[in-house]
């Protein structure tokens, strides 16, 4: 009890500050393949993680695969869903999991863990993110090709091409506007075409974004980086693994709790923090 009561007024003066902080609660086995993704389900109350499997994270191999563990760290399958090249970024559209894989998209099935659709997405390169928005539109980032596309009653069409980002990865759909990192700023998307920036100067390999609030958000930079970037467009530094060689690739988040999941990409585990 004391050392309970010790680490809460040691919290004291940062949180008067408006500073936060990440605490550990738990990180997996290296059970995980080159985990480059993690999404909340907050219906079913699971995580989804997806696994490059390989030494090429954009291999067109067919070892990509997608796992499934509770929100605890318990693992219920490494390789739930198989069948895929390097999948990353994830989004959920009722009980349809959509995953950015290489040049097409792959939508699977969630209650029954099968493979529905391949969407192939044409003039992408490499897709990164996905994140869903309104009616079932799909949003998903190429960063090597420098753009964005949405998919949308089986129409593709190019939102931001390649003259306007140097090289897009994290996607969010958040209060009817759409967020974007490109080369470590974090912008909005405006309803006239705009890009609007929000923040700036973070690691360049800005990966994963999730709102805190209606207007703040957690950050993470796939080099080992994570930032809390509020209303203002200021970012505080929350958690730098990068001496020890430790990536923060793709996180999920669930908003309820402050928990924030954080896959490890080379050291094949999923880490556990509460942002407080």
């Known amino acids: 009890m004391k050392k309970r009561i010790f680490l809460a007024l040691a919290l004291l003066p940062a949180l008067a500050q408006g500073q936060r902080t990440l605490v550990k609660l738990w990180e997996t086995d290296t059970v995980f393949k080159v985990p480059e993704s993690v999404l909340y389900n907050p219906k079913s109350n699971l995580l989804y993680v997806s696994n490059i499997d390989g030494t090429q994270p954009w291999g067109r191999d067919g070892k990509g695969s997608i796992?499934?563990?509770?929100?605890?760290?318990?693992?219920?399958?490494?390789?739930?869903?198989?069948?895929?090249?390097?999948?990353?970024?994830?989004?959920?559209w009722k009980n349809q999991l959509v995953v950015a894989d290489l040049t097409e998209l792959v939508v699977i099935d969630t209650r029954k863990g099968i493979i529905r659709e391949r969407i192939p997405i044409t003039g992408a390169v490499t897709l990164n993110d996905v994140t869903m928005g309104a009616n079932g539109?799909?949003?998903?980032?190429?960063?090597?090709?420098?753009q964005v596309?949405?998919?949308?009653?089986?129409?593709?069409?190019?939102?931001?091409?390649?003259?306007?980002?140097?090289?897009?990865?994290?996607?969010?759909?958040?209060?009817?506007?759409?967020?974007?990192?490109?080369?470590?700023?974090?912008?909005?998307?405006?309803?006239?075409?705009?890009?609007?920036?929000?923040?700036?100067?973070?690691?360049?390999?800005?990966?994963?974004?999730e709102p805190v609030s209606d207007n703040s958000f957690i950050v993470s930079a796939w080099a080992g980086?994570?930032?809390?970037?509020?209303?203002?467009?200021?970012?505080?530094l929350l958690q730098d693994t990068r001496p020890e060689k430790i990536n923060s690739a793709d996180i999920g988040y669930n908003r309820?709790?402050?928990i924030v999941y954080v896959p490890t990409f080379w050291k094949n585990t999923v880490a556990a923090y509460r942002l407080q």
């Not at 796992?67 to 959920?92: C, Y």
């Not at 090289?167 to 209060?175: I, K, V």
């Not at 974007?180 to 800005?206: C, F, N, V």
Request: glycine residues 14%; neutral net charge.
């Open 137 to 146: 539109a799909v949003y998903v980032s190429d960063s090597r090709g420098r």
């Open 67 to 92: 796992g499934k563990m509770r929100p605890d760290g318990s693992i219920l399958a490494v390789e739930w869903v198989t069948g895929l090249n390097a999948p990353k970024g994830m989004g959920l």
């Open 225 to 236: 980086v994570i930032y809390f970037v509020d209303a203002n467009g200021n970012k505080q």
């Open 149 to 209: 596309f949405k998919v949308y009653q089986g129409v593709t069409s190019t939102l931001v091409d390649s003259t306007r980002l140097k090289g897009p990865n994290g996607l969010l759909w958040h209060q009817n506007d759409l967020y974007i990192l490109d080369a470590g700023a974090l912008y909005r998307y405006t309803a006239d075409g705009q890009l609007q920036q929000l923040a700036d100067g973070m690691e360049g390999g800005t990966d994963g974004i």
């Open 256 to 258: 309820k709790q402050r």
